[in-house]
């Protein structure tokens, strides 16, 4: 047997012309905005609760908040998806705080166990030439504008 990846019909093909995984990317800072956005109204949660208003437990809730964003930023580098799963791990410590906080971290974490999956089907959809835009050439590109010109 060989462990030579199975090719789709058009064969491996080339480099895509737009890489998906950048486009991954933007939809992963996305996610860490939108995280932080809602990490921060946990602040509104916990100031209905006396006992929990707590330097300790503002300041946790906001820095988790003020990392995911700048972790945003960061996203065009390979330690990134490390950065996000860590981010994910320290969120869960918000369950020490209030439970809203942990169950809107566990509804993240689901988000990012899609985001991982799109971002691994993408890459073996990659490796085995399935891309459209792995086959595309300049004549292909440039045919439509051709026949605009007749």
Do not use: C
């Not at 990846?5 to 998906?20: A, N, W």
């Not at 580098?77 to 809107?104: D, P, T």
């Amino acid at each position: 047997m060989t462990d030579a990846p199975e090719y789709g019909p058009l064969g491996p093909g080339q480099e895509p012309v737009k890489d998906p995984i950048k486009g991954l990317r933007g939809v992963m800072s996305g996610v860490l905005i939108a995280e932080a956005i809602t990490l921060g109204l946990v602040l509104t949660v916990i100031s209905k609760f006396g006992d929990l208003w707590q330097p300790a437990n503002i300041w946790f809730v906001s820095l988790v908040a003020v990392a995911h964003v700048g972790a945003a930023f960061l996203q065009r580098f390979s330690w990134a998806i490390w950065l996000n799963i860590v981010l994910q791990v320290v969120a869960l410590g918000g369950f020490f705080i209030h439970w809203s906080m942990g169950a809107v971290v566990i509804i993240f974490i689901l988000l990012w166990i899609f985001v991982f999956y799109l971002r691994n089907v993408i890459i073996e959809r990659k490796k085995r030439g399935l891309l459209t835009t792995q086959h595309l050439s300049l004549i292909h590109i440039s045919e439509p504008t051709r026949l605009l010109s007749i």
